[in-house]
């Protein structure tokens, strides 16, 4: 079985500071990881692979294998960041998400 | 808007009604999800489909049943809604393609269906 668990609900910064979103991952498998991000009345859409390796939008996620994680992180945050942030993951055909974490980003 | 459509956008229906809610799309793709977005469980995964009548179980099947009777066509019924169906659903179409490939394995999401079972 495979599942995606991101502990934080919630996840208030001021702007200008260091973001890091958790995300653990169980998969018996190779696993593919990806993070997804919900703007207000925007459609879900891809924010990073972890196979791509790149940063977008100043974000930034490393796959840890030994840790089974894959947090995202910003080093400074912007209120335009305000959104809600999926980790998601494919094994096989199946691609299962966590419950979400909302970053709201205060000025 | 990304080639994937979800009818209806809102329902509202009766405890006990059956209900099917589309996803279509121009994009080809093989794969197709389901899923359902609730406060404090995020996505979660209703049925999936890898094929024309190739359709498998997520998370969250009981009470739903999925139908894919052409590449383009993904539908989802509650055979009799009940208010824990309550809930915006969300289809989504992947890509396929070996890992390695830029693209591929991503979700695309429709616009969600909002449908409040009274």
């Known amino acids: 079985a495979q599942r995606v668990t991101q502990p934080e609900k919630l996840l208030s910064v001021f702007k200008g500071a260091p973001v890091e979103l958790k995300c653990n991952y169980s998969?018996?498998?190779?696993?593919?990881l990806f993070w997804y991000v919900q703007y207000s009345r925007q459609r879900l859409q891809l924010l990073l692979r972890?196979?791509s390796r790149e940063s977008i939008k100043g974000f930034t996620a490393d796959l840890n294998k030994g840790e089974t994680s894959f947090h995202l992180k910003k080093p400074f945050a912007q209120e335009e960041d305000s959104a809600m942030y999926y980790c998601?993951?494919?094994?096989?055909?199946?691609?299962?998400f966590g419950a979400g974490t909302i970053l709201r980003v205060k000025s | 808007d990304a080639g994937i459509t979800q009818s209806p956008r809102h329902k509202v229906t009766e405890t006990g009604t059956p209900v099917t809610l589309r996803c279509h799309q121009t994009?080809?793709?093989?794969?197709m999800y389901w899923y359902r977005q609730d406060p404090g469980h995020g996505l979660r995964l209703i049925h999936y489909?890898?094929?024309?009548?190739?359709?498998d179980k997520g998370e969250v099947s009981d009470g739903y049943s999925v139908s894919r009777s052409k590449t383009e066509d993904f539908l989802l019924t509650l055979e009799s809604a009940t208010s824990s169906q309550t809930s915006v659903y969300f289809c989504?179409?992947?890509?396929?393609?070996?890992?390695?490939?830029?693209?591929?394995?991503?979700?695309?999401f429709g616009a969600g269906s909002r449908l409040t079972v009274l």
């Open positions: 989504a179409i992947r890509s396929g393609g070996a890992t390695q490939v830029a693209g591929a394995n991503v979700l695309t």
């Open positions: 998969y018996s498998g190779s696993p593919e």
């Open positions: 972890h196979i």
């Open positions: 998601a993951l494919r094994g096989g055909n199946k691609l299962v």
């Open positions: 994009e080809n793709h093989r794969y």
């Open positions: 489909s890898y094929g024309v009548k190739d359709t």
